[in-house]
């Protein structure tokens, strides 16, 4: 079977630093993506591993580790504007994306 | 805007109802999806096209029917939906690599009533 967990919702504080964890059990490993997705909009790409460590872009980071099914997703400098939901997928065989339910994060000042 | 683009945005239909969807990207991808997006659900994967070849049905029912005519349009035809059906359809697109992300339209908003 395919599971993928996150944790449902995460708050935090604008110039904070937050972790979003996901982990995986699926039939194949091809990749893992995270998305963030705005209320009413489309998901939009932020990063990708597919082998084993921390790959960052400004201030999002994304870790895996493949022998323990476990990544996470890490936002520093918090900002009003990365309230929205981040979307661990994995890519098991094929093109598509199985995606988690989503983590809903909400920033405060 | 990311390449990919749903029509309609928003759509009230009927249980008896026939309508379809319409998914456009200009990307040059070769792969092409559906998914359904309930709320507190992940998102479903519904279909999946490859070089216009559907090779992927997960277990949807047939009251959805998607067609592909081109590697650049995608419909999902749907008829005598039931409530439950109502969702954010989206479509995404992708080129046939592992290591690039998918593309998403902005998803139809279906009422089922």
């Known amino acids: 079977g395919q599971n993928i967990d996150q944790p449902t919702e995460m708050t935090a504080t604008e110039g904070a630093i937050v972790q979003i964890n996901c982990t995986y059990q699926?039939?194949?490993?091809?990749?893992l993506f995270w998305y963030q997705q705005h209320a009413g909009e489309a998901p939009t790409f932020l990063s990708y591993n597919v082998l084993d460590g921390l790959e960052e872009k400004g201030r999002f980071s994304s870790f895996l580790s493949r022998s323990k099914g476990y990544s996470y997703l890490l936002l520093k400098e918090l900002q009003m504007k990365d309230s929205a939901s981040y979307l661990c997928a994995v890519r098991d065989k094929g093109t598509a994306l199985i995606f988690g339910k989503g983590t809903t994060l909400s920033v405060s000042s | 805007e990311t390449g990919v683009t749903q029509t309609p945005r928003h759509l009230v239909m009927g249980m008896t109802n026939k309508k379809s969807l319409k998914c456009e990207q200009h990307l040059g991808h070769n792969a092409m999806y559906w998914y359904k997006q309930s709320a507190k659900k992940p998102l479903e994967l519904m279909f999946v096209?490859?070089?216009?070849?559907?090779?992927e049905n997960n277990s949807v029912p047939s009251r959805f029917s998607p067609e592909c005519p081109n590697s650049s349009h995608l419909f999902l035809h749907l008829h005598t939906l039931q409530p439950e059906d109502s969702a954010l359809y989206l479509c995404a697109s992708s080129t046939y690599r592992d290591n690039t992300e998918a593309f998403f339209g902005q998803g139809t908003r279906l009422t089922v009533v």
């Open positions: 096209y490859n070089f216009k070849e559907q090779t």
């Open positions: 699926t039939s194949g490993f091809n990749g």
